[in-house]
């Protein structure tokens, strides 16, 4: 008996919607970056990218426990000396908040090639809206 292994061709992906209203965006971070990983699949295999695409919408309404809406910081650095930039996260759910789930989703996928593919499919909006209306996402209810 030959054990299956699955190859890039005949991987079947989906579309899934998520609401992030009212999430914690650590938990909905954590089961976004297991769908795009693949893992709720049985086939799933390490080292391909088996995962589905993900659309979030309603970003800027997550949740932040403690006080990290307070104390929690986003940095980036521009290259150049003295180039470091730090955004409170209060401020960065108010302007940005795509990029809050987005950042939260990204440090919890692969540091390499495949990872940085993984999150070519994660689609995140700040309202209820978007525009992917055609792949006829499946809405993705998420465990607590």
């Known amino acids: 008996m030959k054990t299956y292994m699955p190859s890039g061709k005949n991987i079947e992906r989906k579309w899934y919607v998520v609401d992030a209203e009212g999430q914690t965006l650590g938990r909905l971070a954590?089961?976004?970056?297991?769908?795009l990983r693949g893992k709720n699949k049985p086939e799933f295999t390490p080292f391909l990218d088996m995962g589905d695409y993900v659309i979030v919408i309603n970003?800027?309404?997550v949740v932040l426990t403690g006080k990290k809406l307070d104390q929690k910081v986003y940095s980036t650095h521009t290259g150049q000396p003295g180039g470091l930039r730090e955004i409170p996260y209060k401020q960065l759910l108010k302007t940005k908040p795509e990029l809050a789930v987005k950042t939260a989703v990204k440090g919890m996928l692969?540091?390499?090639?495949?990872?940085?593919?993984?999150?070519?499919?994660l689609k995140v909006y700040a309202g209820p809206e978007h525009n992917h209306q055609?792949?006829?996402?499946?809405?993705?209810?998420?465990?607590?």
């Open 30 to 35: 954590s089961q976004v970056a297991s769908v």
């Open 110 to 121: 692969p540091k390499n090639t495949l990872g940085r593919d993984m999150l070519k499919k």
């Open 134 to 144: 055609a792949q006829q996402p499946i809405e993705l209810k998420l465990h607590d």
């Open 59 to 61: 970003a800027d309404k």
